[in-house]
């Protein structure tokens, strides 16, 4: 329950919010002609753009007072020092540890596992790499598939595309679903002689992760016998015994704490598909950049704390003006992963209804996050992004420089992010729509002027990257993972948990027998379903 200064805080920045106009930007530019340098932050290499929200005077310092009464910096801390800040599952969330310099004196004990994993990962990376670890018939390692869903796999495939390039060391591919036609597509373009599969599952008990790394054993049995496909098999996940009943013994199980969260962990040995394609230079500069942006968040006052900035102004949009949903759209192809990894890290963990102490919630809460890069989405749902009724923030990504040699390719993919920020923003008056028209000698003005015009003075924010490398990517992520942290403690829920997704785990566990017609169906609203399944499929 939120505390009455807490409330009070609310209280004021709804008053705030509740204004005419609140949800106005261009007057805030009429009135600060500075008002883009005063809106605009820098952390490391991560410039952030928050000019274009209607974050005004007012509202400004109603969120910071927000920030202050939710004690967002005490959070912080807290996770930061290993306090057990998901409480619901009695546990600290120690990602920030994974990606501590290997000479860090503070937090010695928290670090003393990710430093040995990391230690034995390197030294697996380079094995594969130099040739002295093979696979079964001798070959050399030229593919990683890393099977895993959610955390398991979001994290790790969005770099390996964010990053990879011909001259890495290794191919990486990722295989999620339990719908064996991803394996069925994967499966063509690998040899099993030289093929690494890592079986990533923090649990070691995720349905689909177990299912498919059965199948894919069954693969490499297949092709080099029960013992040869054992030495293609790595296992990462906090749960020993569970490897090692998959036939994984310990030396070949790289592990990581109950303390990492599966969307947090990119970091920890669920990140070594990523070492293995990308080499070990490229991963540890991942995790320099994850650091870098730990620094910062635990360093900067609340004013210039990119991650709280960030925040606060999803709070504006969610509870202030109502927006029930964000676009996040990179521009840049490699980053074509990145809004799928945001889904989980911020649906999953921001999606709850009650606080901490099991309170309902009396505020709206994690909004729905969705994207897909730039230029693709304008040609996809920008549409109601100008013109619906509610407007949808949208986070802008933009690199400054590109790793291709086609420059007017790149200009052109800039000059369409920024004009969509623009367009947002200025929007178009159905008097400028008729002028056009006119001046285009259109027929019908009158009639379709309307659908024309584009209100403008919808939200945006800019994030701009001098250039796409492991170093700045992880300073990108862990921008992103401290945002939610300040956002559990500004809306006093718990961002670390996930009990949002068990129901169905168990329901499927009962439907499961229905389908192979061993038991009838647990639930009349799902019977007929499965009758006609059962019946199409000839079994009925
Ligand atoms: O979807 C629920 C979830 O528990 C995620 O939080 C997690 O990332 C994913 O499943 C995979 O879990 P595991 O790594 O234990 O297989």
């Known amino acids: 329950m939120p505390s009455s200064k807490v409330e009070d805080a609310w209280a004021t920045l709804d008053a705030i919010a509740r204004r005419p106009g609140a949800g106005s930007i261009r007057p805030h530019f009429a009135a600060d002609p ?3 340098a005063r809106m605009t932050h820098r952390a490391g290499d991560i410039l952030l753009d928050l000019s274009r929200t209607a974050i005004g005077p007012d509202a400004l310092p109603a969120l910071f007072a927000l920030a202050r009464a939710t004690d967002v910096e005490g959070f912080r801390d807290a996770m930061a020092g290993g306090a057990a800040v998901n409480v619901t599952e009695g546990r600290a969330a120690q990602h920030m540890t994974l990606r501590m310099p290997s000479d860090a004196t503070d937090a010695a004990t928290a670090r003393d596992l990710p430093a040995q994993t990391l230690a034995r990962m390197r030294s697996f990376t380079d094995a594969v790499h130099d040739g002295t670890i093979r696979g079964a018939t001798g070959e050399r390692f030229t593919d990683v598939v890393n099977i895993g869903i959610g955390g398991s796999d979001l994290g790790p495939c969005m770099v390996a595309r964010a990053l990879w390039t011909p001259g890495c060391p290794m191919r990486a591919h990722y295989l999620a679903n339990v719908d064996a036609h991803a394996w069925d597509a994967l499966r063509h373009g690998l040899d099993p002689t030289r093929t690494l599969v890592l079986v990533a599952s923090k649990t070691f008990t995720t349905q689909e992760t177990m299912t498919n790394a059965a199948l894919v054993r069954g693969w490499l049995a297949e092709a080099l016998g029960e013992a040869g496909a054992a030495t293609h098999l790595v296992a ?3 749960n020993l015994e569970g490897a090692a009943a998959f036939g994984i013994p310990p030396e070949r199980v790289f592990g990581f704490s109950d303390t990492v969260g599966g969307r947090f962990s990119v ?3 669920i990140g070594l598909s990523l070492a293995l394609a990308l080499g070990w230079p490229a991963f540890e500069r991942f995790l320099a950049g994850g650091h870098a942006m730990d620094e910062h968040f635990l360093g900067a006052a609340l004013e210039d704390n990119l991650p709280v900035l960030l925040a606060l102004a999803e709070i504006w949009h969610v509870n202030g003006l109502g927006y029930p949903a964000r676009a996040v759209l990179p521009y840049d192809e490699r980053l074509s992963r990145f809004p799928a990894h ?6 999953e963990s921001l999606g ?3 606080h901490v102490d099991g309170s309902r919630v009396s505020r709206r809460t994690g909004p729905v996050v969705f994207g897909e890069p730039g230029t693709n989405a304008q040609h996809s749902f920008m549409q109601l ?3 619906s009724p509610v407007p949808v923030p949208v986070d802008f990504i933009l690199v400054a420089n590109p790793d291709h040699a086609h420059p007017d390719s790149h200009r052109k993919l800039l000059a369409n992010g920024l004009a969509q920020a623009e367009a947002l923003l200025a929007g178009r008056s159905e008097q400028a729509v008729r002028a056009e028209m006119a001046a285009a000698g259109a027929a019908r003005i009158a009639e379709v002027a309307p659908h024309r015009v584009f209100s403008g003075d919808r939200p945006s924010t800019v994030i701009l990257l001098p ?7 992880g300073q990108l992520v862990a921008l992103y993972e401290h945002k939610v942290a300040c956002l559990g403690a500004l809306w006093g829920i718990n ?8 129901l169905g785990k168990q329901l499927a566990a009962h439907i499961l027998p229905a389908l192979e017609g061993r038991s009838a169906a647990p639930d009349p609203t799902t019977a007929p379903l499965i009758a006609e399944i059962r019946r199409l499929q000839g079994l009925g």
């Open 34 to 36: 500075h008002r883009a």
């Open 236 to 238: 990462l996940s906090t």
């Open 267 to 269: 970091w920890s040995a």
């Open 342 to 347: 945001l889904q989980q890290l911020e649906m």
């Open 352 to 354: 709850k209804a009650v």
């Open 385 to 387: 992004i100008h013109q």
């Open 467 to 473: 250039r796409l490398d492991a170093f700045i990517l």
């Open 495 to 502: 961002p670390f948990d996930q009990w949002g997704v068990e």
